[in-house]
Antibody, heavy 120, light 105 residues
Framework: QVQLQESGPGLVKPSQTLSLTCTVS??????????WSWIRQPAGKGLEWIGR???????KYNPSLSSRATISLDASNNQFSLKLSSVTAADTAVYYC????????????WGQGTLVTVSS | SYALTQPPSVSVSPGQTASITCSGD??????ASWYQQKPGQAPVLVIF???KRPSGIPERFSGSNSGNTATLTISGTQGMDEADYYC????????FGGGTKLTVL
């Protein structure tokens, strides 16, 4: 059974960089069958896809966040990460990591989510 | 940018059929997926490729997609189906609908 677990600071100051890691267990992040994505959800609002990464290193981002988001992959530790720069209060949300299928198949496994608050 | 539009809320009586729509330009030319999300939990995939159910999803969940509208149908709705539902499609990136709160009353 594949499991994903987000980790990282729950509080980030405005203008700083949000950094989160997703640890994958029960499956290999090096599989060529899957992409690894980040999604966020502000309190009481809908889901927003941030971007994804493939084992070859290719990435794709939501155009609305592409200038601030960077997703990377650490195959040796079966992890992938998100960095979101220049954060504001509008970036306060629950951040999820999830697995989607190659080339285009929806999210079949999700992490439990982690709340990140942007506040001074 | 591509947009998917859902009604904010739908109400249904227990045992009846609930239908939740998702509209987008030429959505029928893409594959639509649906997720169920209960409070405090991660979303769960309930329909993919317009009509397919993942393992473990009850048969009362079904989907269709044609023209500009995809529809999630829940037959014999139960109290446990009360949740937020999101549609999703790919258009140069993943796009989600705004979500529909299903109330079973």
């Amino acid at each position: 059974q594949v499991q994903l677990q987000e980790s990282g600071p729950g509080l980030v100051k405005p203008s700083q960089t949000l950094s989160l890691t997703c640890t994958v267990s029960g499956g290999s992040i090096s599989s060529d069958e899957y992409y690894w994505s980040w999604i966020r959800q502000p309190a009481g609002k809908g889901l927003e896809w941030i971007g994804r990464i493939y084992i070859g290193g290719s990435t794709k981002y939501n155009p609305s966040l592409s200038s601030r988001a960077t997703i990377s992959l650490d195959a040796s530790n079966n992890q992938f990460s998100l960095k979101l720069s220049s954060v504001t209060a509008a970036d306060t949300a629950v951040y999820y990591c999830a697995r989607d299928g190659y080339p285009i198949s929806p999210f079949d496994y999700w992490g439990q989510g982690t709340l990140v608050t942007v506040s001074s | 940018s591509y947009a998917l539009t859902q009604p904010p809320s739908v109400s249904v009586s227990p045992g009846q059929t609930a239908s939740i729509t998702c509209s987008g330009d030429d959505l029928g030319d893409k594959f639509a997926s649906w997720y169920q999300q209960k409070p405090g939990q991660a979303p769960v995939l309930v329909i993919f490729q317009d009509t397919k159910r993942p393992s473990g999803i009850p048969e009362r969940f079904s989907g269709s997609n044609s023209g500009n509208t995809a529809t999630l149908t829940i037959s014999g709705t139960q109290g446990m189906d009360e949740a937020d539902y999101y549609c999703q499609a790919w258009d140069n990136g993943w796009v989600f609908g705004g979500g529909t709160k299903l109330t079973v009353l």
